[in-house]
């Protein structure tokens, strides 16, 4: 009565993407890896977003809350990430979260500190910092 149908399946590769030598990452080789850029906020591209703002009556501001990777790209510009104020994260299935970078300073030592949805907080050691022994 009913035709048997053979379905293809895709074997693909499992496990994190292959690292690029131009890109930095969080927790690089494992499952969780995630390709991270760090911004600055630059205080003329804020200006023409507020601009572009005033000008849509506020739709552009819409179109950024759903999409915060492109109001980054906006209004901040690429820079390392000791120096981030913020910063965008990519993981292996496309998906891109924004953040703000908090910096710590405890005797002469500084850690960044990235928060994260979920309310906890993610350690980033950043190279060119010091380390610190965190309690």
């Not at 499952?31 to 630059?42: A, L, P, V």
């Not at 492109?70 to 998906?95: F, I």
């Amino acid at each position: 009565m009913g035709k048997r149908r053979e379905v293809a399946t895709k074997v693909g590769q499992t496990g994190p993407p292959p690292l690029e030598p131009d890109k930095e990452y969080v927790n690089p080789g494992r499952e969780d890896q995630m390709e991270i850029s760090g911004y600055q906020r630059s205080r003329v591209r804020t200006v023409l977003a507020w601009l572009g703002y005033l000008f849509t009556a506020g739709l552009l501001r819409l179109v950024f809350h759903w999409r915060p990777d492109w109001m980054l790209k906006v209004t901040h510009t690429s820079c390392r990430l000791g120096n981030a104020g913020a910063v965008m994260l990519k993981d292996q299935y496309k998906q891109i979260f924004v953040e703000k970078v908090k910096t710590i300073t405890k005797d002469g030592t500084s850690v960044k500190i990235v928060p994260r949805r979920d309310g906890r907080e993610s350690h980033l050691l950043m190279p060119g910092l010091k380390h610190c022994e965190c309690e």
